[in-house]
């Protein structure tokens, strides 16, 4: 088992910027992020020596924590149609019965799952603010800091995201009812935003977020750009997620919701636009021209039915794709990746969509790893990411050992990482220079799954 107080580490195998390199000597500093990371190097006395091939944490770009409690629970059909709608009306249920320490138990609960899917960064889309009636706890930011305490105690990094929401749709200026507690006007989140980067340390940091163009008013969306205009952090927005929202934003703005961002000037480098399912290649090209990045989250998008978006338009266009589990119905990055491909797959009716040969980029599973550790690093606020001096020093050993990895060639395991069957492939997990997983173990997992199964039988008792 790796030494918990060494700072200095040697891979035999790592992934580094441009693709795996061997005999990787790697250096923390006292802040957690690399300080030296060097390939082709033998290892020196005192170095520990890593128990398999390395590889970056993974950012996981888009989660509504919460969404946890529901997972599974939502796959029953009672009435003639279901669709993205009626699911959200089910979920609001929860969104409305869960308190404070349900929600601290059920992130910790989550936080830790993904640890062990190979994620060490986590950008909370944070919308359920105040009590259920809509009045705001006597600690104005307790369910922010609820978030804050269960990635806190499991040691996963968090990108804090609090979210402008006013109201129902676009022709609907007030909130309904069953959404009174995620009311949060644009100073009330830079408010929010600037109380989470007081505290931040190694591990949290803050962004900010737009729910969606039909629930936040243009002048609000203004005055959060203003608000944030010599803000160098992430901006996230759900956007174009599903037809009826196209319709709607065409009927009342005349544009299509990518569109209307970029004609009001709003796109730049720090733009996240969630989900972006139903977009048109000049909107496509839109988000290129201004830097901005698109959070793919393709396990939610398939059990919500959102449809596909155009996997190869957006890298064709050079648009970092950062993935996110969203809803949480699966929690482990492989997963996201697999899907990204295999969905266009399934629709064009060939295969390695995502490779592009012709470009020297033979490798669909390198091409999307590459990808979405770009576009994660732009959706978590961090500068440099990776294996690489400067980045936070955050890394998964790879267990060579899993089933899933069984006699795969060296050259190969990033394919079958991604497209072989599930397994438990990270064997240790690091993030900002401490072990968080060692050996498959993670120190308190049994006390949080108990907390979680305990806030569970709460929620659902009282009928959520």
């Known amino acids: 088992m790796a030494d918990p107080h060494s700072r200095l580490y040697w891979a035999a195998r790592a992934w580094l910027p441009g693709g795996w390199r061997d005999a990787v000597l790697l250096e923390i500093d006292h802040q957690g992020r690399w300080q030296n990371v060097q390939p082709d190097t033998p290892p020196p006395e ?8 390395v590889l970056p944490g993974l950012v996981n770009a888009h989660s ?43 992130a910790a609960q989550l936080y830790g799952e993904l640890l062990r899917g190979g994620y060490t960064q986590v950008c909370e889309f944070h919308y359920v603010q105040h009590q259920p009636d809509g009045t705001r706890y006597p600690e104005r930011h307790t369910m922010i800091q609820a978030l804050v305490e269960a990635a806190s105690d499991v040691g996963i990094g968090l990108t804090v995201l609090p979210v402008l929401y006013e109201r129902a749709g676009f022709t609907q200026p007030q909130l309904r009812p069953d959404q009174a507690r995620f009311h949060l006007d644009a100073d009330a989140v830079w408010a929010a935003s600037q109380a989470v980067q007081a505290q931040a340390h190694a591990r949290l940091n803050a962004g900010v977020a ?7 008013a243009p002048t609000s969306i203004q005055r959060l750009r203003q608000l944030t205009e010599a803000f160098g952090g992430p901006i996230h ?21 990518v569109q209307w961002l970029a004609t009001q000037g709003l796109l730049d480098a720090r733009w996240q636009l969630v989900h972006a399912t139903h977009v048109t290649p000049e909107e496509v090209d839109a988000v290129a ?11 939610t998008e398939a059990n919500l039915g959102d449809g596909l978006t155009d ?142 199964e305990a806030a569970m039988q709460q929620l659902w008792a009282e009928g959520a």
């Open 46 to 53: 005192g170095a520990v020596k890593l128990a398999g091939p």
């Open 64 to 106: 509504h924590a919460f969404q946890r409690a529901f997972a599974g629970l939502a796959e029953r059909r009672e009435a003639e149609g279901d669709d993205f709608w009626s699911w959200r009306d089910r979920m609001y249920r929860v969104a409305g019965a869960v308190t404070p320490d349900m929600l601290r138990a059920i």
């Open 210 to 216: 737009i729910h969606s163009l039909r629930a936040a």
């Open 237 to 257: 927005i759900h956007v174009a997620e599903q037809p009826a929202e196209v319709r709607d934003c065409l009927a009342e703005t005349g544009a299509r919701p």
């Open 289 to 299: 021209r201004h830097h901005s990045t698109a959070v793919i989250c393709p396990t």
């Open 311 to 452: 996997i190869p338009g957006w890298l064709k266009a050079g648009v970092p794709l950062a993935i996110g589990s969203d809803s949480h119905v699966t929690r482990a990055w492989r997963e996201e990746l697999r899907w990204l491909d295999y969905g266009q797959r399934l629709v064009r009716q060939c295969r390695n969509v995502a490779a592009a040969p012709e470009a020297g980029r033979p490798a669909t599973a390198e091409r999307l790893w590459e990808s979405a550790l770009t576009g994660g690093a732009r959706a978590c606020g961090e500068v440099v990411w990776g294996i690489h001096p400067g980045a936070r020093a955050d890394l998964l050993v790879v267990d060579l050992g899993d089933a899933s990895l069984a006699g795969i060639p060296p050259s190969r395991v990033l394919d079958a990482l991604v497209f072989s069957s599930p397994g438990r492939p990270w064997r240790d997990v690091m993030v900002a220079g401490h072990w968080v997983v060692q050996g498959h173990q993670q120190r308190g997992s049994a006390q949080r799954q108990a907390q979680f």
